[in-house]
């Protein structure tokens, strides 16, 4: 304890200030540029691809905010002497010490998830380009409560395609997904929400039509993996063309157009309530 409110009693207020403005300008630049600003080309279906960790984005924001708050106090303390008070600095830097230690841990975890989730849905979008023509993508398509990786519409049906970047060979067990030794059964539940989320969506605008769930594995341990939890199609990435485009023909270009109109509403309606 002494140890920390020795280091915050002999911090210069210049440094306070520094580390103010630093942190405060991460925050700021964090809130300013999310990442989801950075997206890949834009599909034949009107989306393109955010990659974004709004979890990550907010922890991140948050996190580096505090720190700039904790340093304004740190100088507000500085400055009028409230330093020179031991509990006074002992207990700041406690605090302080605390939060870093308890923040870092959880952001790292979520930069690190959202950075190989990104990996694995760009290596998705860059696969579901050498579709055939007459299919649409759209990538990262609002739901309200979140986002449905990718969208594949065609001749062939519609498909939500919903990536995972996860360690493990996947193998199929008692009707549940197993990554190496540890069940999974969460993958495919989600896999079969985004589907069931689409398919109320479309119904609500007459245009009923079964929506197919994929779950896609990007990892190296799932490259020739291939399978079928419930309703939902479980694929390595080099499978996952093959399984889009050699399904039964079930669609006609008109109900494509249609379909492809819905969705393109749906991510106009979210982008106009940003």
């Known amino acids: 304890m002494n140890i920390l409110g020795d280091i915050v009693r002999n911090t210069s207020w210049g440094w306070w200030l520094t580390l103010f403005l630093l942190f405060g300008a991460v ?33 991140g924001k948050v996190f580096f905010f505090t720190l700039s708050a904790l340093c304004f106090l740190g100088l507000i303390g500085s400055v009028s002497g409230l330093w020179k008070y031991q ?40 696969e579901l380009r050498k579709l055939s023509q007459g299919f649409f993508v759209f990538h990262d398509l609002p739901t309200g409560r979140g986002n449905i990786d990718h969208v594949v519409i065609g001749p062939t049906g519609i498909f939500t395609v919903e990536t995972k970047n996860w360690k493990g060979r996947p193998v199929i067990k008692g009707g549940t997904l197993y990554l190496g030794k540890y069940p999974c059964p969460q993958l495919s539940r989600q896999a079969l929400s985004c589907a069931l989320f689409l398919s109320r969506y479309l119904k609500g605008r007459g245009l009923s039509a079964y929506v197919t769930p994929v779950l896609c594995l990007v990892q190296k341990e799932a490259r020739s993996f291939r399978g079928r939890v419930g309703n939902v199609e479980a694929v390595g990435l080099p499978g996952l063309i093959e399984l ?10 008109a109900q494509v157009e249609k379909i492809k109109e819905a969705l393109m509403d749906l991510r106009k309606r979210a982008d106009e309530l940003k």
């Open 87 to 126: 509990a006074l600095a002992n207990a700041f830097g406690f605090f302080s010490a605390a939060f870093i230690i308890l923040g870092i841990a959880p952001l790292y975890r979520l930069l690190n998830n959202f950075l190989k989730g990104s990996e694995g849905e760009g290596k998705v979008e860059v």
């Open 244 to 253: 889009l485009s050699l399904k039964n023909f079930s669609l006609t270009p």
């Open 27 to 59: 925050g700021l630049l964090w809130f300013l540029v999310p990442l989801k600003e950075f997206p890949g080309k834009q599909s034949s279906g009107g989306g393109t691809s955010s990659y974004t960790s709004r979890r990550a984005l907010q922890l």
